[in-house]
């Protein structure tokens, strides 16, 4: 004989099915639209309004309790008797894929242009658009993701290298295309499929468009926030879901990542404190390529760190801030001196990496811009440190943009033109 009880479990909106009666929610009914204190979900615009108004609610699940040995089933077709599995928030596969170059760096790049602008208009259209109520366009930011997509699987470093080319005033748009390119080329690096390297650029170029809510006095400010202003820019990651909560269901992932990618391992994060197992793997990956572009960039209150150095800070905070395996796998992603960062040589001499070597992060392919005293050469020339003629050549450090006068935005200016 089957007995029926009752148990209410709280569950992301994110898990939310048809047929799930709700009869709580995260916040009084008064301030929502729903007319009834308590409903079964009959329809995917139930769902819809649950996700646009909540962060969680409690469903009621009903458990049959069965002679010992007798099957569990539900009594009703759609009936809740168990807890809701949890939304897959990351790679659907185990599959892992070994990825290489199919075309050259200089090759790369040349057909990269076109992709790097067309990125960089749409984050700042993005952006521009939300901010005075325009909708996203949903297969434009598909497009540009394919884009993008395309052309690090056809060489990881082309699209970091044009990526390195930064303008403080426009740090917000051109973040998110960075993010973008970070989190497929890291993607890739991991060895996801195409369409997860996919699905992680799409996370990477919406993950901050919360921040088109947030008053642009506060979002450029140079100084440090005070109180208040920290509250209003902790807000931008709910800003972001409910944008792109409100955008299309092609955004799930995306959706996800603009909520959590604030969220620490530690529990300290923002918005929601959620800990290490709570937080998607898209989530992780987004995070870390945000906060590395993040600390290399020049920005209104800040000035930009060395590759290496943030490498450093990402390693320190592995297991408290950031996934501590993703983590590592991410600083051998990056490498010692990737594509377009300024270094010295052990002899003195100043001079900017092209492309990394694929078998030693330590002998990267460069374009020498100084001799040995540090004064600017007239002609510049390539130096493969690979090559072994060039063994008792070694880099010294990876130095600040702005040494021995020279700014990298321009000398990558002039070394694409000559690519």
Known sequence: MRHADYQDLTVSVQELDIGMRVVALDRPWEETTFLLQGFVIA?????????????????????ESVPKGAARTPSNPGEVTAAPKPTKTGP??????????????????????????????????????????R?????????????????????????????????????????????????ATFARHLGLLEYEIRDAALCGLLHDVGKSRIPVEILNK?????????YIMAEHPTHGRNILMSASAEFKHAIDVAHTHHERMDGKGYPRGLRHQQISYYAKIVALADAYDAMTSERCYGTAKTS?????????????????????????????YPSGCLIELAGGQVAIVLEPSQTDFARPRLRVLTDDQQHRLETPYELNLADPTNQSVFIRAEVHNGTAGIDINTALTQEISLL
């Not at 309004?49 to 009903?62: D, H, K, N, S």
């Not at 199919?102 to 901010?131: H, K, N, P, Y």
């Not at 905070?317 to 992603?333: A, I, M, N, P, Q």
């Open 92 to 133: 659907a596969s185990t599959q892992r894929v070994n990825y290489i170059n199919q075309v050259s760096f200089e090759r790369a790049v040349d057909a990269s242009r076109l992709t790097f602008d067309s990125a960089r208009s749409l984050a700042t259209s993005i952006m521009e658009g939300l901010r005075v109520g």
């Open 135 to 183: 909708n996203l366009d949903v297969s434009e930011c598909r497009d540009t993701v394919d884009k993008v997509v395309d052309s690090i699987l056809a060489n990881k470093d082309a699209l970091r290298f044009l990526s390195m080319i930064k303008h403080k005033d426009s740090y917000t748009a051109e973040h998110s295309m960075n993010v973008c390119i970070l989190s």
């Open 222 to 230: 140079p100084g440090r926030f005070t109180r208040e202003e920290a």
């Open 43 to 63: 329809s995917n615009h139930d769902i819809r309004e649950l996700q646009r108004q909540c962060q969680t609610v409690t469903v009621q699940v009903r458990i």
């Open 308 to 336: 290496e150095q943030a490498l450093k800070m990402i390693l320190r905070d592995r297991g408290s801030h950031f996934d501590s395996e993703l983590s590592k796998k991410f600083v051998t992603c990056i490498g010692f």
